[in-house]
């Protein structure tokens, strides 16, 4: 295995120091309190090696992180830009530095991006201008998901999850339906395979929602962990399998048919935010200029966000688009038994559907 650039350049004594520095500290979230996922720790601490090791390679051998100053972190943004570095790619690894500033007390160290790079670099256009959803493809979620249910029961169960929830694949893979139904049958917390370990919780507004939740307990019983990953399969494995029945047995792919399964989450996004304004589509299937206003498309992200998992609402216009300048100023029993093959591939998602 190829040595990082850590291993390549860093004492190991200056190693070791990183480490007891960070640990304390890896397993808290950024914001909120509780813990964040394995792979978050993992990618913080590679960062904080390579970080230390870039330095030395600039000339500032510092031997603690408690040495880490604003003339660093100037030399090291400097130094990202010039190879050539994405700016989403810089705003993460800016926001990584504050968190170990944030740790260390070093309040101030870290300013604004704004203060690193050219405004033209800063600016990150996620506004998304083409419609990912399936129905954009012309592809119908239902009618996928029983051809699924032909294939392979919980294949087609987690895809199910994904549409009518907007669940991310890994979160699918990973639900645990019995103990996710919370809030008197209102909502449906998710918790396991999150982004960050945040935990979110789903409203549970149409029968649809319910009829789903109920077939995925059935299926989820018929194994030891009762998630919705095949028994006999760990999560990589599990992953594994869902991809290639996906891509090599329902024939979906970007580039077989211009879609993906986190397309399921942009369609649930999109119905969530047209179900907020009372019916008006979402800026990227043509919007409503003149019949929304700003505060009501304002709350309608909030929501979405909120269900999407994401702490801003500006990361819904990677879903459904943006108005841009616009609108700028001036418990329920769960008793439901599902069959897949009830679903008609012609119905539309109902109104009641709400957003990820």
């Known amino acids: 295995m190829a040595k990082s650039l850590a291993d390549q350049v860093l004492p ?3 190693i070791d120091g990183v480490h007891r520095t960070i640990d304390p500290y890896l397993r808290l979230r950024a914001k909120g309190g ?6 978050m720790r993992t990618e913080r601490r ?8 870039e330095l030395w390679e600039l000339g500032y051998r510092i031997r603690k992180l408690e040495s880490l100053s604003a003339k660093h972190v100037e030399a090291l943004m400097a130094y990202w830009h010039e190879k050539g570095i994405v700016a ?19 309040r101030n160290v870290v300013k604004d991006i704004t203060a ?58 990973e639900l645990r339906p019995a103990n996710a139904v919370v809030d008197g049958g209102k ?8 982004k960050g370990g ?28 009762k998630r919705l990953r095949w028994p006999d399969c760990t999560f990589t494995q599990a992953q594994g399998r869902f991809y290639h029945y996906v891509r090599n047995r329902l024939g979906i ?24 304004t009372g019916g008006l589509p979402s800026p990227i299937k043509g919007g409503a200029i003149g019949q929304i206003d700003r505060e009501t498309h304002r709350i309608a992200s909030i929501t979405v966000s909120r269900a999407l998992g994401h702490g801003r609402i500006d990361v819904t216009t990677g879903y459904y688009g943006s108005y841009g300048h616009a609108l700028r100023q001036a418990p329920v029993s769960m008793t439901y038994k599902f069959n897949p093959l009830s679903l008609s591939v012609t119905d539309k998602p109902s109104k009641d559907e709400k957003e990820d």
């Not at 509780?34 to 792979?39: D, R």
């Not at 590679?46 to 090791?53: H, I, K, N, T």
């Not at 149409?206 to 962990?225: H, K, L, P």
Request: with cysteine.
């Open 46 to 53: 590679q960062f904080m090696l390579m970080m230390v090791a």
């Open 253 to 276: 792919s970007g580039k077989s048919v211009g879609v993906t399964p986190h397309g399921l989450r942009h369609g649930y996004a999109q119905r969530g935010y047209e179900d907020e």
């Open 34 to 39: 509780g813990v964040c996922s394995a792979k």
């Open 187 to 194: 909502m449906l917390e998710i918790h396991e395979g999150t």
């Open 88 to 106: 989403g790619t810089l705003h993460t690894r800016l926001s990584m530095i504050k968190v170990l500033c944030d740790w260390l007390g070093k």
């Open 12 to 14: 190991k004594s200056v």
């Open 116 to 173: 690193y790079l050219p405004a033209e670099v800063v600016r990150r256009n996620t506004v998304a201008k083409v419609s990912k959803a399936w129905d954009a493809k012309d592809v119908n979620p239902l009618e996928i998901i029983q051809l699924a249910n032909q294939i392979d029961e919980r294949l087609s169960v987690m895809l199910a999850m994904q549409h009518f929830f907007g669940l991310r694949v890994k979160e699918s893979i």
């Open 198 to 225: 945040r935990v979110r919780r789903v409203p549970i507004k149409s029968d649809q929602q319910r009829e789903v939740i109920a077939w995925a307990r059935q299926v989820a019983e018929a194994g030891n962990t």
